[in-house]
């Protein structure tokens, strides 16, 4: 069964940085590329960020892109988001979503980031 844990979340100032972390189990994390998506309140899912399965390849949405890092440890079958500049529409729930070979989507509970003075 394919298991995700994000953490790291929290509240944090405009300008402020946050690392998120996402605990993968029940599949060969190493042989998957891994997405980072968030929630904010009221809207639907937007994509933030993608991996592939070697950490070699990254992609970013505009709205993050130079200012969130995504990243991974195979070793330790970790997701990696490290978050820097942060500003109030940054605010979300951030998920770790893995496909698997079927087109299955999984996601964790999520990670809730407030960015508020």
């Known amino acids: 069964e394919v298991q995700l844990v994000e953490s790291g979340g929290g509240l944090v100032r405009p300008g402020g940085s946050l690392t998120l972390s996402c605990a993968a189990s029940?599949?060969?994390?190493?042989?998957?590329?891994m997405n980072w998506v968030r929630q904010a309140p009221g809207k639907g899912i937007e994509w933030v960020s993608t991996i592939n399965s070697g950490g070699g390849a990254t992609d970013y949405a505009g709205s993050v892109k130079g200012r969130f890092t995504i990243s991974r440890d195979n070793a330790k079958n970790t997701l990696f988001l490290q978050m820097n500049s942060l500003k109030p529409e940054d605010t979300a729930v951030y998920y770790c979503?893995?496909?698997?070979?079927?087109?299955?989507?999984?996601r964790g509970q999520g990670t809730q980031v407030t960015v508020s003075s």
């Open positions: 979503q893995h496909i698997d070979k079927w087109g299955g989507w999984h």
């Open positions: 029940g599949f060969t994390f190493s042989s998957y590329a």
